[in-house]
């Protein structure tokens, strides 16, 4: 099983600037984010050392397979999304 998480805040420039991608490579690949507000749901912070927003998860059975803090442009995540399918 295979679940993307992208973390975001409200106001924040670089999580806007990511969103059109991230909607992009759901179109493109036939999956769903889950989008969490970190400051909303405080318990990911610790879980999962959230520092920065953007941040993006990609969790394969149970763990996080890949990582990327800031924006990431569609082809880098789109490559890693199919190598964790």
Known sequence: ML????????GCMAC???EPVNREVEASLGIHFDR???LKERKYIEEYQL???PTILIIKEGKVARRFEGVVNRQQLEDAI???L
Do not use: G
């Not at 679940?3 to 409200?10: K, P, S, T």
């Open 82 to 84: 199919k190598k964790c």
């Open 3 to 10: 679940q993307v998480i992208a973390f975001f805040q409200d």
């Open 36 to 38: 969490i507000n970190p």
């Open 16 to 18: 806007q600037d990511q």
């Open 51 to 53: 520092q920065v927003t």
